[in-house]
């Protein structure tokens, strides 16, 4: 018998039948929802008379038409909340933000728990602990009505992180080379186990970037081993620690082992149109800019917006670019109104908009043309992503992109004056 990895325990530690079986049935500890997709089951759900197993167990977001910017949208969201109301959900976050980082801020999303969505990156709660993947909507009908479905236990990649990031480098660039190394089918059906060993220990905000598009890479669950971090955001959070440390067993069996030196990793592109088209920014041709993106699921947290109005302090957007900035949520937007950071950076010509999807899903509040050229630290830039079909959009961390934004290219000296201290 070997060790068991956290994603093992969790299941687990939720199934309700044999433990022979392949797919295991398993309760569940929190459901999230979001407009365009929770009004997909809407009519299933009233056509069998269905009714939600567990309503405090359930988050719903209005996050990718909010507000509507169509009648057709409109219309959408208007269903959406219909529904919500008259389920009388209690957890229903009106125009608060991105759903992903509305969960993390709330106290259904505990460490060792396990979590569905109706939207891939609900991936992202792993940062904090949680076994969290998305689903479709036909199967979160059935949890919604349930509390539980059928999982495969996933075989487990573990990622250990030695060294110290850098000031050039996030946790976006990370996970971008692990899209280097991995690709975008790497990890299929896989849990991807973070260890952090490095120095300092990276923040928080770096962990959600990292588990966030760890579905980038295919992957299941995208979880870290908590730690005195995860307890530290539990604490500042709740004032308490309410999950379970899960953490795995020292033998644990794993697929394969990669090793991510941080001292050794400068800034990371991904080039069009793939997430997993990445090079060094020190490899990469220089590119003039039309657009400038900082925001999304994956990087619009506090610590993504202090890199940018660090960046930008006292400096300018360059006048051929356009600087869009959505904060993942409004509890983000409010500290970072209260810490200055909004001021400094439209001063330095940025525009925020509401916290939504709306960019980065190429919706409204940023959609790119046909010449656009955009640098963003969204987690996708698959053709016509974020508008047009022959727009292209590099990713890359939110300091790369405000440096970008204010050159007005993406250029591979764009930290030359870190280099030369």
Same mark, same amino acid.
């Given at each position: 018998?070997?060790?068991?990895?956290?994603?093992?325990?969790?299941?687990?530690?939720?199934?309700?039948?044999?433990?022979? @079986?392949?797919?295991?049935?398993?309760?569940?500890?929190?459901?999230?929802?979001?407009?365009?997709?929770?009004?997909?089951?809407?009519?299933?759900?009233?056509?069998?008379?269905?009714?939600?197993?567990?309503?405090?167990?359930?988050? #719903?977001?209005?996050?990718?038409?909010?507000?509507?910017?169509?009648?057709?949208?409109?219309?959408?969201?208007?269903? /959406?909340?219909?529904? @919500?109301?008259?389920?009388?959900?209690?957890?229903?976050?009106? =125009?608060?933000? +991105?759903?992903?980082?509305?969960?993390?801020?709330?106290?259904?999303?505990?460490?060792?728990? #396990?979590?569905?969505?109706?939207?891939?990156?609900?991936?992202?709660?792993?940062?904090?602990?949680?076994?969290?993947?998305?689903?479709?909507?036909?199967?979160?009908?059935? $949890?919604?009505? $349930?509390?539980?479905?059928?999982?495969?236990? %996933?075989?487990?990649?573990?990622?250990?992180?030695?060294?110290?990031?850098?000031?050039?480098?996030?946790?976006?660039?990370?996970?971008?080379?692990?899209?280097?190394?991995?690709?975008?089918?790497?990890?299929?059906?896989?849990?991807?186990? /973070?260890? =952090?060993?490095?120095?300092?220990?990276?923040?928080?905000?770096?962990?959600?970037?990292?588990?966030?598009?760890?579905?980038?890479?295919?992957?299941?669950?995208?979880?870290?081993?908590?730690?005195?971090? $995860?307890?530290?955001?539990?604490?500042?959070?709740?004032?308490?620690?309410?999950?379970?440390?899960?953490?795995?067993?020292?033998?644990?069996?794993?697929?394969?082992?990669?090793?991510?030196?941080?001292?050794?990793?400068?800034?990371?592109? @991904?080039?069009?149109?793939?997430?997993?088209?990445?090079?060094?920014?020190?490899?990469?041709? %220089?590119?003039?800019?039309?657009?400038? /993106?900082?925001?999304?699921? @994956?990087?619009?947290?506090?610590?993504?917006?202090?890199?940018?109005?660090?960046?930008?302090?006292?400096?300018?957007?360059?006048?051929?670019?356009?600087?869009?900035? +959505?904060?993942?949520?409004?509890?983000?937007?409010?500290?970072?109104?209260?810490?200055?950071?909004?001021?400094?950076?439209?001063?330095?010509?940025?525009? /925020?908009?509401?916290?939504?999807?709306?960019?980065?899903?190429?919706?409204?509040?940023?959609?790119?043309?046909?010449?656009?050229?955009?640098?963003?630290?969204?987690?996708?830039?698959?053709?016509?992503?974020?508008?047009?079909?022959?727009?292209?959009?590099?990713?890359?961390?939110?300091?790369?992109?405000?440096?970008?934004?204010?050159?007005?290219?993406?250029?591979?000296? #764009?930290?030359?004056?870190?280099?030369?201290?």
């Amino acid at each position: 018998m070997t060790g068991m990895t956290i994603s093992d325990k969790v299941i687990d530690a939720h199934a309700i039948d044999d433990d022979a @079986a392949l797919y295991r049935r398993v309760r569940i500890d929190a459901v999230l929802g979001h407009d365009a997709t929770t009004a997909l089951l809407i009519d299933d759900f009233e056509r069998r008379g269905l009714s939600i197993w567990d309503k405090e167990k359930v988050l #719903l977001t209005n996050d990718h038409f909010s507000p509507p910017s169509t009648a057709e949208h409109a219309d959408i969201s208007n269903r /959406f909340l219909a529904f @919500a109301r008259g389920q009388e959900m209690p957890n229903l976050m009106l =125009d608060r933000g +991105i759903c992903h980082q509305l969960l993390v801020e709330h106290k259904l999303c505990q460490a060792g728990g #396990l979590i569905v969505g109706a939207d891939s990156h609900t991936i992202m709660a792993g940062g904090i602990g949680a076994c969290a993947t998305g689903m479709g909507a036909t199967d979160i009908l059935f $949890t919604l009505a $349930t509390g539980t479905t059928w999982m495969r236990r %996933p075989s487990t990649i573990a990622v250990r992180f030695h060294g110290t990031l850098p000031e050039q480098s996030a946790g976006r660039d990370i996970v971008l080379e692990l899209l280097r190394i991995l690709g975008e089918g790497g990890a299929q059906y896989r849990t991807l186990e /973070f260890h =952090d060993e490095s120095r300092s220990r990276l923040s928080q905000d770096d962990r959600f970037a990292i588990s966030n598009m760890a579905v980038e890479i295919g992957a299941k669950f995208g979880v870290f081993v908590p730690d005195e971090v $995860t307890e530290a955001y539990f604490l500042k959070r709740d004032g308490e620690f309410l999950g379970t440390m899960v953490r795995p067993d020292a033998d644990a069996a794993y697929e394969r082992v990669i090793d991510i030196d941080l001292d050794a990793l400068d800034a990371r592109v @991904a080039k069009p149109w793939q997430p997993s088209n990445v090079v060094p920014l020190r490899d990469l041709e %220089p590119i003039k800019i039309t657009s400038a /993106f900082l925001g999304s699921c @994956a990087s619009g947290r506090l610590g993504d917006i202090e890199a940018a109005a660090d960046e930008l302090a006292g400096q300018q957007v360059h006048p051929e670019v356009r600087f869009v900035v +959505i904060p993942a949520s409004m509890e983000v937007f409010k500290k970072a109104l209260s810490a200055g950071l909004v001021e400094t950076l439209t001063d330095a010509g940025a525009i /925020f908009n509401h916290s939504s999807c709306g960019a980065c899903g190429g919706i409204d509040k940023g959609v790119l043309g046909a010449d656009d050229v955009c640098v963003s630290s969204s987690n996708r830039n698959f053709r016509g992503r974020m508008g047009h079909w022959d727009s292209r959009t590099y990713l890359a961390s939110p300091r790369t992109v405000a440096r970008a934004a204010m050159r007005g290219e993406l250029a591979p000296d #764009l930290y030359r004056d870190l280099e030369v201290r």
